[in-house]
């Protein structure tokens, strides 16, 4: 029979987007008292996969995982594993029929549970699954704050789910409707994480713009300000945030708030507007141009990021086409861009597609040909540029180098000690590469 060792190790495979490497960093948090985090699979006594279900194909990958661990498990009989996120929030107990090997099923909303559902698991020998909903609770919220490492950035969620109902995404059917956190207990969590020596905090959220206060009904400005105004905080981010959202107002905070960097990821999905009508997005093409055109013009040395997605139901060669002439007017620093797959229990799943696999298919190559040709130029601009940047670690890319953004997000590698890691310093770019650029620290 299973027992908890009083000191096990976990092991957490993330999938998808920040909110999941957040969750990630709160289950450490919530099973530090039993678990220290284990740095392979082959070590873990606990294995959960935090999983994602925002593109197709997200399950196939979830038990493919799972089959390639079952050798693991034949060694161990001991290991628990578990499934969390969305796809255990859709599965839920059709995952415990699928895959013998999983040990706990737990949702996006019940993570702070997962001490008592692996008490459960281990003193009644039954599989468990946990995935109900509990609309009204933020459970990051109730997380311990806890830092083991000594990483300098940290997310820190704002609040849960979206009520946007964008006719492609699953968000609102999986993370459940938009529920803010209390200012007053994100404040006490980013004090806290500036105490611990955090120097970036990224606001986490699924439409940062529409976040409220629960308590005093204060809206996504106020709590910039208030977290801007935290001594040693030197930089703020947040992501995401929604076009339709996106005001003038955030706009003068992100000029005039001295830690806000200058950078917004701001998913435009399509250049179209028959398209963005169809997706329910709630903008036009010139909505969101003008909008960037405010910001470029308050905000000069900005860069921004964004979404697309391809071919969605209906979309024709001239819409896509829009979509191409929006990305090289915009400039964007970086496009993250995919093909449509349709997600049970949305909207566009049961739209008819008139057109073809085969005229869609070429479609997403060919734009992320033009992004990767801009994102390239724009590196290429700044060699011989002397930048400051703020270091965040060791990349995991270029063995042995520290790895530092700058506060419009250009990702700069260079040679330092560990030392360097939580401080800013100039560095002067010597080559660019398709993701990051290379540099020398200048003195
Ligand atoms: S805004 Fe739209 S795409 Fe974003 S999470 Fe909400 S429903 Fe999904």
Redesign the pocket.
């Known amino acids: 029979m299973t027992t908890i060792p009083e000191q096990g190790k976990v092991y957490i495979r993330t999938f998808g987007c920040q909110m999941n490497v957040y969750d990630s960093e709160k289950i450490y948090a919530f099973l530090q008292d039993r678990y220290l985090p284990a740095a392979t699979e082959e070590e873990a006594d606990l294995i959960l996969l935090n999983t994602c279900s925002i593109r197709d194909k997200a399950e196939q990958k979830v038990y493919s995982l799972l089959g390639r661990l079952r050798g693991l498990k034949n060694t161990k009989p001991e290991l628990l594993i578990g499934v969390g996120g969305c796809v255990a929030q859709q599965e839920g107990e059709r995952i415990l029929r699928r895959s013998s090997l999983v040990d706990l099923v737990f949702g996006t909303n019940n993570i702070d549970k997962l001490p008592e559902i692996i008490d459960e698991r281990v003193t009644t020998g039954r599989k468990v699954c946990r995935v109900e909903e509990d609309m009204d609770s933020v459970p990051s919220a109730a997380a311990p704050l806890s830092r083991s490492g000594n990483d300098p950035t940290s997310l820190l969620t704002i609040m849960k789910g ?1 009520d ?3 006719a ?2 699953v ?2 059917l999986v993370r459940g409707r938009e529920v803010s956190r209390a200012m007053s207990e994100i404040l006490d969590e980013a004090r806290y994480l500036v105490g611990n020596g955090v120097r970036e905090i990224t606001l986490l959220g ?2 940062v713009n529409s976040y409220h206060d629960p308590e005093t009904g204060a809206g996504f400005i106020q709590l910039l300000e208030k977290v801007d105004g935290m001594a040693s905080l030197e930089r703020l981010r947040f992501v ?1 945030s ?1 076009p339709k959202d996106f005001s003038g107002e955030l706009v003068e905070a992100m000029a005039g708030l001295k830690s806000v960097s200058e950078h917004i990821h701001l ?1 435009v999905q399509a250049g179209s507007d028959r398209v963005l009508k169809a997706m329910g997005r709630g903008y036009s093409r010139d909505e969101y141009r003008e909008k960037v055109a405010l910001l470029r013009d308050r905000v000069p040395d900005v860069e921004i990021t964004t979404d697309i997605i391809v071919g969605f139901p209906g979309e024709e060669r001239e819409d896509f086409e829009q979509t191409l002439s929006l990305l090289e007017e915009i400039r964007y620093q970086n496009a993250f861009s995919f093909r449509f797959s349709p997600r049970p229990g949305t909207a566009a799943a049961e739209m008819d597609d008139p057109v073809p696999d085969d005229t869609k298919r070429p479609w997403l190559p060919e734009l992320q040909e033009v992004q990767n040709t801009i994102t390239a130029q724009k590196h290429a601009a700044l060699v011989g540029e002397v930048v400051e940047v703020f270091v965040e670690g060791f990349g995991r890319r270029d063995n042995g180098k520290l790895e530092g953004r700058t506060r419009n997000n250009y990702i700069v590698h260079f040679t330092g000690d560990s030392g360097l890691v939580g401080r800013s310093l100039n560095t002067r770019v010597v080559r660019s590469h398709k993701i990051h650029l290379e540099g020398v620290i200048v003195t």
């Open positions: 979206c946007n109902f964008c492609y995404c968000v609102p699924q439409n995401t929604h998913p």
